[in-house]
T-cell receptor
Framework: AAGVIQSPRHLIKEKRETATLKCYPI?????VYWYQQGPGQDPQFLIS???????DKGSIPDRFSAQQFSDYHSELNMSSLELGDSALYFC?????????????FGPGTRLTVT | AQKVTQAQTEISVVEKEDVTLDCVYE???????LFWYKQPPSGELVFLIR??????QNEISGRYSWNFQKSTSSFNFTITASQVVDSAVYFC???????????FGTGTSLTVIP
């Protein structure tokens, strides 16, 4: 079965640079979530989108922005990168109104800021 | 407020031993969903189980079993006859019916020693 796809899997950037992470949800899933997991930390919710509209917002820094496109894929844009942004970024997708409410997570993008 | 507590930071067991991972949650919602995810060293989050707040029936899946008790707000996870491949970080998570985001516990790192 198709899973959530994230690209790139690994990314190295320098301080003050920008980065764009991409997420392709499971086909027919209409909701996308972004999480940030720092080293040794639990995943922290950043933001979610339903039908291309922001549906919920967590601890996303102002330097970050995200959007969901008409094909339901989503991009997380990160500017003015800081060392503390080094983390594993997960995207998850779900089918809104589905019976199970599971969020299926992608493999993550490991961002290293040097 | 939603909160998930996994008091056990690290657990080590010898192969074939049984091990229980504790999860205690807090929520004011009457309808909510509880999850367990496994995060192996490769980093991806693997869905293990979902439990609805209105379904207190315990579940067994192979060597895995879950004990959901609303009276104590706990959703514990037991691995029977542990194997080395069970070594991973295990996260308990809570999702309310009124929001999209998952609230993760801080995770329990399980090491199964051969």
């Amino acid at each position: 079965a198709a899973g959530v796809i994230q690209s790139p899997r690994h990314l190295i950037k320098e301080k003050r640079e920008t980065a764009t992470l991409k997420c392709y949800p499971i086909p027919r899933h209409d909701t996308v979530y972004w999480y940030q997991q720092g080293p040794g930390q639990d995943p922290q919710f950043l933001i979610s989108f339903y039908e291309k509209m922001q549906s919920d917002k967590g601890s996303i820094p102002d330097r970050f922005s995200a959007q969901q496109f008409s094909d339901y894929h989503s991009e997380l844009n990160m500017s003015s990168l800081e060392l503390g942004d080094s983390a594993l970024y997960f995207c998850a997708s779900s089918l809104s109104g589905g019976l199970t409410y599971e969020q299926y997570f992608g493999p993550g993008t490991r961002l290293t800021v040097t | 407020a939603q909160k998930v507590t996994q008091a056990q930071t690290e657990i080590s067991v010898v192969e074939k031993e049984d091990v229980t991972l504790d999860c205690v949650y807090e929520t004011r919602d009457t309808t909510y969903y509880l999850f367990w995810y496994k995060q192996p060293p490769s980093g991806e989050l693997v869905f293990l189980i979902r439990r609805n707040s209105f379904d207190e029936q315990n579940e067994i899946s192979g060597r895995y079993s879950w004990n959901f008790q609303k009276s104590t707000s706990s959703f514990n996870f037991t691995i029977t006859a542990s194997q080395v491949v069970d070594s991973a970080v295990y996260f308990c998570a809570l999702r309310s019916n009124t929001g999209n985001q998952f609230y993760f516990g801080t995770g329990t790192s399980l090491t199964v020693i051969p």
